[in-house]
Antibody, heavy 119, light 107 residues
Framework: EVQLVESGGALVQPGGSLRLSCVAS????????LHWVRQVPGKGLVWISR????????NYADSAKGRFTISRDNAKNTVYLQMNNLRADDTAVYYC????????????WGQGTLVTVSS | DIQMTQSPSTVSASVGDRVTITCRAS??????LAWYQQKPGKGPKLLIY???SLKGGVPSRFSGSGSGTDFTLTISSLQPEDFATYYC?????????FGQGTKLEIK
């Protein structure tokens, strides 16, 4: 069964850092773009970042530029989101999702990991 | 950024009803539109892509239409498992953006 499993969410103080991980299984990981999307509980979905199959292309939402870094390790079937200088408005459930080609939809999502930024 | 606007925000319906949700893009996105279903505590699930293509395994009571700026998701005969929140999403250009969601409630 195709799966994406996120981890790393936690309670962190404003200005702190956190690294999220998303481990994939049962598909050819390096063939897919991987994205991070977040959702404030009870609110809508917001795209954060993406990375292509070999890691050579990355893109970020304005809210993430300069603070978040997406990366991947194809040998470990894992995509990461390094989040620095966290703010209260970064509090959300973070999902990873895969895309099989540019402009295609998110055809598989993880279950999400909760990040809470609070003092 | 392309703004996606869904309507209605909430719809109340009964099992067996036909329901239509609309999504409007602030500029043309060709057919680069997807629809997702999300249930509480779960990640979204893809239903429709490229505006009208049904993902494999998704029941045929779900259908999508539209191109350019105006799109619709139709559920032809609601089943109990369809009560959830639905989102549209454009993949025409970065940043990818979602509609605000439509909550489908039991009447």
């Amino acid at each position: 069964e195709v799966q994406l499993v996120e981890s790393g969410g936690a309670l962190v103080q404003p200005g702190g850092s956190l690294r999220l991980s998303c481990v994939a299984s049962e598909f050819t990981f390096s063939s897919y773009w991987l994205h991070w999307v977040r959702q404030v509980p009870g609110k809508g979905l917001v795209w954060i970042s993406r990375i292509n199959g070999d890691g050579s292309i990355t893109n970020y939402a304005d809210s993430a530029k300069g603070r978040f870094t997406i990366s991947r390790d194809n040998a470990k079937n894992t995509v990461y989101l390094q989040m620095n200088n966290l703010r209260a408005d970064d509090t959300a459930v973070y999902y990873c999702a895969r895309v099989w080609a540019a402009r295609q939809p998110f055809d598989q999502w993880g279950q999400g990991t909760l990040v809470t930024v609070s003092s | 950024d392309i703004q996606m606007t869904q309507s209605p925000s909430t719809v109340s319906a009964s099992v067996g009803d036909r329901v239509t949700i609309t999504c409007r893009a602030s500029q043309g996105i060709s057919s680069w539109l997807a629809w997702y279903q999300q249930k509480p505590g779960k990640g979204p699930k893809l239903l429709i892509y490229e505006a009208s293509s049904l993902k494999g395994g998704v029941p045929s009571r779900f259908s999508g239409s539209g191109s350019g700026t105006d799109f619709t998701l139709t559920i032809s005969s609601l089943q109990p498992e369809d009560f959830a929140t639905y989102y549209c999403q454009q993949s025409n250009s970065l940043p990818f953006t979602f509609g605000q969601g439509t909550k489908l409630e039991i009447k």
